[in-house]
Every structure is written in structure tokens, then in C-alpha cells.
């Protein structure tokens, strides 16, 4: 079989960053990450299965893609893996100044708000309960993650959120 | 009377299993759905389906009047409501009774009783048999709720009065914590089952929980099936439960097993039920509810002794006597089953919600999986995040729990965060491998927990995510297809009928 030029991959990992290399010879792969290189076979089974060999070791790798991510199951346990595509160096430095002076709370998971426990100007303290987020009959409480001054409220009780829709807004409290 | 068809008043696993039983018993059955749920398993899997509302739970499945109209548009002579949900509400199984349909499970009375955790408590007092210290009333204003936890002693327990699971809940260490806790309490209660009310009783910090499973007919006959023990809990809900406990010799599983059939016997209650205690370390335990419902650990009573108990919830209610009494009960091995919730335990436990992209079942000798998932399907944010629950058996307590391991590692759910992995390291934990559970494991042994990933796993991972990528581009550059997507009409959702029926 032919032999292939290699690519590298970048995928972040409960928070980490991997860089992998691969290149395809003879029906082969061989991989670099971490500064190791090692020989492996790879088989499809299904979409979404995979059959790994790395020396003797036999190991099954299920997986499904959603968008950025890949969801990995390897003997019941799960990761998700985000690919990192890098970014152009200016693109890089944009992001670094626009990083912003004031943060926001986040519904972590889809639901209704039920309850706002500040208002706008507020000082609260640290774990101090926010807002009250319901999703599947139980009841979630949002809290502070430092001093701050509460710059904004992005909900009202009642409103339906999603994921990563922002409830308050802090700022900075010296 | 020989039942011919039954509603199913649930959705998810439990729908999914009463429906199994109906028809090893010949019996058709109605599945109920949610504008959210009409992909869902259930209605894959029942004989008829009809709809009865909105999302929000209290619009469908704890919508009484919509429930009751499928009931007699379908002509089901019984419905069966599962757990959670309408399973406890004795206005339901009032209502049942009027328009004569059977409600599978006990009559309002008895659920009216039990259901009013205030109530039972008073009358099981009331009848020798021993309560947790706490109020015996429901508490009113928060001056009420200040005094009671007073007298009690902090830390106080906050309870809904009207059901368990954990709804309402709340650990309240000080008197500042109170005022809070009881609004949100009752805002979940109420949420949860339709009634605020809230009391408060001590707080044992790490007891086990213990708990009887109960058979009564309407003749009078009760029988215990022995115990299970459910210690590990996040939320005060059960996550991991076995049978039996290891912590009762004979001697002490029969004075409960006694207890237990007093407590229903007081309580003149019928068909399946679950008497709950809680047990310190000298062996005292304590009354705590009636669980008048099928429970969601019910598979480990089935696997260690043989009996079905869907099957005799439905010989109960449609008049049968027991067919078994107390002496002929055995139990034989050992049962663990793992509750799999769509929950993110790295956070919380936060519930999370989505498309399960792919499902592969865990199998085996002696494994069990009751499951309300499949490959593709959607779990919705509305409800309860129970998915499937893995029960393993063994012929001891040490091979149930390899054999749970073993499934728990063949489990594969993509796509959305789940507690495989976490369960993996609960039954791998030193201390529930001795038997130490009490209810605190969790908060002592487990958390906080993260996933652990060394250098092998990490590297199969990398190199799977790798090869995978590696295939996608290849296939796009060359303009062949990613994944061979078959575009049917079945798959472009929503409103597609049929010679418009």
C-alpha cells in the first residue's frame, strides 16, 4: 500500500491541549504524540466503532462526532474531545484582548429560571446563591464564583434558557 | 377478572418494563406521550399511543383529566402509573375508582395515608413501631418551622410531605439556613407533586438505608420479599442499591421483616409497596415512609427472588390472592443494580439533556439492563434524567459486583454526559467493596470526582480521535461521503402522516 503524507491533530482533553501526528504506511499508522511513536492497526468496525491494535494490546474504541466534538467511549469510559484547529496569530492576539473585564454566570444546562436572588449593582460574595435554574424537576442554584458587582440581569423567572445562556453578569469587586 | 388491556401511565424505562410484563401476560397495552416524547421508546414499544399534552409534566403526565379521556377513548381497563408521576397520588386513584378503571397499585385510602408522610408517621408511631424524632405536623409559617427545628436539634431535615426522590429536600444546618431552604423546598414539592406542604425531622448524618419489599392482597395477606439496602445516594436519591444488606444477620431481618408487615397491616395497604428505614450502627432502626409504588430498585428483589413484581402488582389489583405465603419466600445470590442517569457527576451532578448518539448495551451472564434508551433518541429536559438502570446478579455479593463492573465497562452512551464512569469507580471503591455504605459514601469516598485518564488510555483515545479525523478529511478531499447518510422520509421529523390519518 501506498504510503501517505502525514497530518497532525490537535485536540483538547478536559482542558489540555494533544498534539497527534499520523501517517498511513503499508496499511499502518504511525503515530506521534507526546513526544512517543508508536505503530498501530486500525480497523472500522461501524461508524461508530473502531478496532485499535497498538502492539498486541486490542483495544475498541466507540465514537460519535456532534459538531466540534467527538464523543470517545474506551471500556465504559467516556471523554469528550474537542478538535483544535489553530488559529492564525493575529486572530490569537485578538482574542487575548478582548478577553473579557467582566463575566458572566451561565445556565450550565438547559431549563427555567425560577428564581433571581440579586439585583443589578448588588455586591455579592463569594457562593452566594444567584439564581435558581430548574431543569428536569430539580431545583439548581447558580452562585457567585468570587466577590463581584452584579452588572447585569440577562434573565427574568419564567424565561426558558439554554446552556451557556448568561443569567448575571459581575464585575470585578476590589 | 382477567385483565385485557392496561394504560401505562409513565414514560422511559419504567414504561418500558411495565409494558413487558403486560405482554408475557397477554395483555395490550397504552402507551401516553408528551409532544416531547412521541420518538421515545415507550410508544415504540406499546400496542396503542396517544398523546396527552404539552411538555411540562403537569400538562401530560400529571394531567389527571387528559390521562383518564385516553383511558376510556382506549377502553384500557387498568392503568398502571409506573413511579413518580401520578404513582402516589390518591386524588388519581380516586378518581380511577369513580370512572372504574383499576389504578394498579393501593386504594385511595391507603394512599392517602401513607401518602401524607406526616400522617403515617403519627399512625406508625401511634402503633409501637419506631419514627425518627421530628415533627408531627405539617409546618405552616416560617416562626413554626424556626421552633420545631429548635426543639429537634440542628442539623434538621427539611421533607416534602407528599413524595420522595429527593424532590423538596434539604439538609439545614443553622437557623439562617432555614428560611431559604423551606421556600425552595416547597417550590419544588410543589413543582414535583402538586403540594407544598414541607416538615422537618432530625438529621442522621450516616445511617444505612433499609428497605422491605411488601406483597398485599385484598384479602388481607402480607408477605415480605426481604430487604435491599439503598445507602448510596447524591441528593438524597438512590444511585447504587443491592439485596440483601450486609449489614442484617437473620436474627435482625426478621424483626424488621416483622416491623415491615405491621407497618402495612397498620395501614391496611394493598398490592406492591416499600417499607423505608433507616438503620444506625448499633442495629436501631427507625421508620421512615411507605414507598406505595413500584421502586425503581425493584430488579434486585426480582433477581434474588424470582418473583416478578409488575406481575403481582397486576394479579393484585385485578382481585387475585396471593399465591405464596411468607414461608415459601427464598432468596438466592446477591443483586446490585446501577441507576444511569444523564447527569454530569465532574459538576454537580447536573443534569444534562440531548441526542444520544449512539447506545451499546452491556450483556453477560447474570446481567440485567431495563432501559428507556436507544441509539438516536432525544432525552428531553423536562423530566426525571433516569436512562436505564445495568442489575447484576451473582451468587454472592462479590461476583454481583465483578459482574457490574464487567456490564458497566461493555456500556457505551455517546453524546451526552452520563454516570458509567463514576458508577465504575463507586463499586470499585475499597470501602463499598467491604460493605461500608452508609449514605454519606458519596460526599466521604467519592467526591470530588473526575474521570481518570492515564498515559494508555489517553494515547487510545488520541489515536482514535486521530484515525477518525484522519478518515473524515481524507473523505472530504477526495469528495466521497463522510458517513453514508440514507435520507428517508421517516427521518425528516415532524408532522408526516399517512393518507392523512
Known amino acids: 500500500m501506498a504510503k501517505t503524507a502525514g ?29 512517543r511513536q508508536l505503530e498501530a492497526d486500525a480497523w472500522p468496525i461501524s461508524d461508530n466503532c473502531l478496532s485499535l491494535k497498538l502492539g498486541n494490546r486490542s483495544l475498541t474504541v466507540y465514537l460519535a462526532r456532534d459538531r466540534e466534538f467527538r464523543y470517545i467511549s474506551i471500556d465504559g469510559k467516556q471523554f469528550r474531545v474537542e478538535e483544535v484547529r489553530e488559529l492564525p496569530k493575529d486572530q490569537a492576539f485578538l482574542q487575548m484582548q478582548s478577553a473579557p473585564a467582566a463575566s458572566a454566570v451561565v445556565s450550565p444546562m438547559p431549563g427555567q429560571v425560577v428564581k433571581i436572588h440579586v439585583l443589578q449593582g448588588e455586591i455579592v ?34 424565561d426558558l434558557v439554554d446552556a451557556g445562556q448568561p443569567i448575571v453578569e459581575l464585575e470585578l469587586e476590589e | 377478572m382477567k385483565l385485557k388491556k392496561v394504560l401505562v401511565a409513565n414514560r422511559g424505562e419504567i414504561a418500558v418494563r411495565v409494558i413487558r410484563a403486560c405482554r408475557e401476560l397477554g395483555i395490550s397495552t397504552v402507551a401516553i406521550y408528551s409532544e416531547v416524547d412521541r420518538e421515545s421508546l415507550h410508544v415504540q414499544m406499546a400496542d396503542e399511543a396517544l398523546c396527552v399534552g404539552p411538555p411540562a409534566p403537569l400538562e401530560s403526565y400529571l394531567n389527571m383529566d387528559a390521562i383518564l379521556a385516553v383511558a376510556r377513548k382506549s377502553k384500557a381497563q387498568a392503568i398502571h402509573p409506573g413511579y413518580g408521576f401520578l404513582a402516589e397520588n390518591a386524588d388519581f386513584a380516586r378518581r380511577c375508582e369513580k370512572e372504574n378503571v383499576i389504578f394498579i397499585g393501593p386504594d385511595s385510602r391507603a394512599l392517602a395515608l401513607v401518602g401524607d408522610k406526616v400522617a403515617s408517621r403519627v399512625t406508625m ?26 426543639q429537634i436539634g440542628y442539623p434538621v431535615l427539611l421533607k416534602a410531605s407528599a413524595g420522595g426522590g429527593g424532590k423538596g429536600m434539604r439538609v439545614i444546618a443553622c437557623p439562617e439556613e432555614l428560611a431559604q431552604a423551606v421556600e425552595a423546598g416547597k417550590r419544588e414539592a410543589k413543582g414535583a407533586f402538586g403540594d407544598e406542604s414541607v416538615y422537618l425531622e432530625k438529621y442522621l448524618p450516616a445511617p444505612r438505608h433499609i428497605e422491605f419489599q411488601m406483597l398485599a392482597d385484598k384479602e388481607g395477606n402480607v408477605v415480605h420479599l426481604f430487604e435491599r439496602e439503598c445507602s448510596i445516594q447524591r441528593r438524597h436519591q438512590k444511585i447504587v442499591e443491592e439485596a440483601p444488606s450486609v449489614a442484617l444477620d437473620d436474627a435482625l431481618r426478621a424483626e424488621m421483616g416483622e416491623a415491615a408487615i405491621a407497618v402495612i397491616k397498620t395501614a391496611r395497604y394493598t398490592n406492591a409497596g416499600t417499607v423505608e428505614f433507616l438503620m444506625d450502627d448499633e442495629g436501631h432502626f427507625y421508620f421512615l415512609e411507605v414507598n406505595a409504588r413500584l421502586q425503581v430498585e425493584h430488579p434486585v428483589t426480582e ?52 441526542r444520544v448518539l449512539f447506545l451499546r448495551e452491556p450483556g453477560g451472564p447474570g446481567v440485567r439492563h431495563d432501559c428507556g434508551i436507544y441509539s438516536g433518541c432525544q432525552v428531553p429536559v423536562h423530566y426525571d434524567p433516569i436512562l436505564s438502570k445495568v442489575i447484576a446478579w451473582g451468587i454472592d455479593r462479590e461476583e454481583a459486583r465483578r459482574r457490574m463492573l464487567s456490564a458497566l465497562q461493555e456500556m457505551v452512551i455517546l453524546g451526552i454526559q452520563t454516570s458509567v464512569g463514576f458508577l465504575q469507580d463507586i463499586v470499585s471503591q475499597p470501602e463499598f467493596v467491604a460493605g461500608n455504605t452508609r449514605t454519606d459514601f458519596l460526599e466521604k469516598y467519592m467526591l470530588p470526582w473526575k474521570q481518570e485518564l492515564d498515559q494508555d488510555l489517553l494515547e487510545a483515545i488520541l489515536l482514535g480521535a486521530a484515525v477518525d479525523a484522519q478518515g473524515k478529511s481524507r473523505a472530504q478531499k477526495e469528495g466521497l461521503p463522510v458517513r453514508e447518510r440514507k435520507i428517508s422520509p421517516w427521518q425528516m421529523g415532524g408532522g408526516w402522516r399517512i393518507g392523512g390519518l
Not at chain 2, 405552616?140 to 424556626?146: A, E, Q
Not at chain 2, 413484581?309 to 446490585?336: C, E, P, T
Request: hydrophobic share 35%.
Open chain 2, 303 to 354: 433477581l434474588t427472588t424470582g418473583v416478578d413484581l409488575v406481575k403481582q402488582q397486576i394479579f393484585i389489583a385485578s382481585g387475585r390472592k396471593l399465591n405464596f405465603q411468607q414461608r415459601d419466600v427464598n432468596r438466592f445470590g446477591h443483586a446490585i443494580e446501577c441507576r444511569i442517569y444523564a447527569e454530569d457527576p465532574t459538576n454537580g451532578f447536573m443534569p444534562s439533556s440531548g
Open chain 1, 125 to 158: 460574595e463569594r457562593s452566594q446563591t444567584l439564581a435558581i435554574v430548574e431543569a428536569m424537576k430539580m431545583e439548581n442554584e447558580l452562585k457567585s464564583p468570587r466577590r463581584a458587582r452584579v452588572r447585569k440581569i440577562c434573565a427574568s423567572p419564567g
Open chain 2, 125 to 150: 408511631s401511634r402503633a409501637g413501631i419506631p419514627i425518627i424524632p421530628g415533627m408531627k405536623e405539617k409546618g405552616s409559617d416560617i416562626g413554626h418551622f424556626l421552633a420545631e427545628a429548635e
Open chain 1, 7 to 35: 497530518r497532525s491533530f490537535q485536540f483538547s482533553i478536559e482542558g489540555k491541549v494533544h498534539r497527534v501526528s499520523l501517517a498511513c504506511e503499508s496499511g499502518r499508522w504511525r503515530v506521534q504524540m507526546g513526544g
